[in-house]
């Protein structure tokens, strides 16, 4: 080898950016509007205000700012945990004896485990500024609710934190880390709110959805004053908060001469993706590179790959604004799928979009391929990665194992989400046989299609 890169590069304090990049000023093509679901009108940012607090509605909205200041706070607090590390992954091309270059970005290094207090502690920050008193959230596998709860409690700010009640189930401890930092945790649905107890009756046994936890999040925040909603993937403005991960890879890059010529990540409701492509999709959209970009998702929840792209609520309950988006269908209810981050039944409208568009490819993986791939991974990298962001590992050493066949060198970057210590339950299925995999049929999907909102925009 001419130049020997090494095997973690750290950014210095004063090269971490200091602004987000909004992807969407860079879009000829903008998403569709938010629409107010009562009058199918596009939402003022004063509608989003009961909801979420001013200036992450304003961000919500904004599609031409290109690129937003990081206010110093946050600057500040992200340095406690940043720069993350980009990771040559030497031993797993080794493994793998393929010619290709294999880089990650790695953001399990704390304690969310995730990526997810990049924008938590962005939301938190905002809501304090307005002198807001407490958040409500929904939290999938767990790692956003305690990015909150870690993000609240540096603001001092109540939270209130419904879990879907599978994974409440499933990881006893995550309630445990969250209460730590005070969040009182409600596993969803529950009966303290109306919506919660609509579904309880119709189905009493159900293991719950992000979808549904959201709802019962929203009404909590508008019925107790003082309180707003806060969401930790799919919206436009935790797409912008995420930017960070991909600018801090972009710099490493360049600092090792490299451009990836694949970009790969996990899609849940594509905050991670969505970050870590933004400033090569930058490129692509302006004309100075073409990346390919590819988006990974569980065969389970298959939104890219088989959902419709039309306006769908972005909550089961039916009371967020309406949001153009590849969906299975608000009350689509994916099967327990191990990598709960991955169980969202739509997909952020900017991913949404440019997937539309071309710009963007997306493959699905089950479950057992997922694991068996993490695996690999844990025992050449020696990082237990999320299941969620397994997948995106999967994916990278598929096209890892393309080039050994064609013998070309590669440079493939994928987005290492998040540590997986409290999937135990979900490696232990794998590592005894008894994982399955389970794949929706059309019919199952059908019916989520045929609840999706008639929208005829005039
Ligand atoms: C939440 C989560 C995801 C999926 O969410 P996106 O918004 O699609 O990024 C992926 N990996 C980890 C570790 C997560 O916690």
């Known amino acids: 080898m001419a130049k020997k890169i090494p095997h973690r590069l750290y950014l210095t304090e004063e090269q971490m950016p200091k602004q987000w990049y909004n992807l969407r000023a860079d879009m000829n093509i903008k998403p569709d509007p938010l629409l107010n679901p009562g009058t199918l009108k596009p939402v003022h940012v004063e509608e989003l205000y009961p909801v979420f607090c001013e200036a992450l509605a304003a961000q919500e909205l904004d599609n031409t700012t290109r690129y937003i200041d990081i206010p110093e706070e946050i600057q500040e607090f992200y340095k406690m945990y940043r720069p993350s590390p980009l990771i040559r992954a030497y ?37 304090k500024e307005q002198g807001l008193t407490g958040l409500t959230t929904e939290t999938g596998a767990g ?59 119709d189905n009493p046994n159900t293991g719950g959805s992000l979808g549904c936890a959201i709802s019962e999040a929203i009404e909590k925040a508008t019925s107790a004053p003082g309180y707003r909603y806060v969401l930790g993937s799919v919206l436009n403005q935790v797409v912008l908060h995420q930017s960070i991960i991909g600018l801090e890879s972009k710099i490493a890059m360049e600092m090792l001469d490299e451009y990836p ?149 590669k440079t493939i970057l994928f987005g290492l989400t998040g540590t997986g210590y409290f999937d135990m339950t979900a490696y232990n299925s794998y590592l005894t046989n008894s994982m399955q995999d389970y794949i929706p049929s059309d019919e199952d999907l059908q019916k989520g299609f045929d609840q999706l909102p008639k929208v005829e925009r005039l």
């Open 143 to 201: 790692q956003w609710g305690t990015a909150l709860a870690e993000a609240c409690a540096f603001y001092n700010l109540d939270l209130t934190v419904y879990m879907v009640k599978v994974s409440y189930e499933q990881k006893p401890f995550r309630k445990t880390v969250m209460e730590t930092f005070d969040a009182k945790v409600i596993p969803s649905p529950s009966n303290t709110t109306r919506v919660g107890t609509a579904i309880l009756k």
């Open 261 to 409: 010529d694949v970009v790969i990540g996990c899609a849940g409701g594509g905050s991670n993706l969505g970050g870590l492509i933004a400033p090569f999709m930058q490129d692509k959209l302006t004309g100075k590179a073409t990346p390919r970009i590819v988006a990974v998702e569980p065969a389970s929840c298959p939104s890219l790959t088989r959902g419709r792209y039309a306006y769908d609520f972005c909550d089961t309950g039916k009371v967020t604004p309406l949001a153009k988006m590849y969906t299975l269908g608000s009350s689509f209810i994916p099967s327990a799928n191990h990598a709960g981050g991955l169980r969202y039944h739509g997909m952020s409208p900017i991913l949404s979009r440019l997937y539309h568009d071309g710009y963007m490819e997306a493959v699905s993986v089950e479950q057992t391929r997922v694991f068996e791939a993490a695996v690999l991974f844990a025992k050449q990298e020696t990082i237990l990665p999320a299941p969620e962001s397994a997948h995106a590992i999967r994916s990278a050493i598929d096209e890892a194992l393309v080039c050994r066949e064609t013998g070309e060198a």
């Open 91 to 127: 031993n797993l091309e080794k493994a793998l004896k393929t010619p290709a270059k294999i880089y990650y970005k790695f953001e399990g290094n704390n304690t969310s485990g995730s990526h997810k207090l990049n924008s938590a502690i962005a939301q938190a920050y905002y809501a």
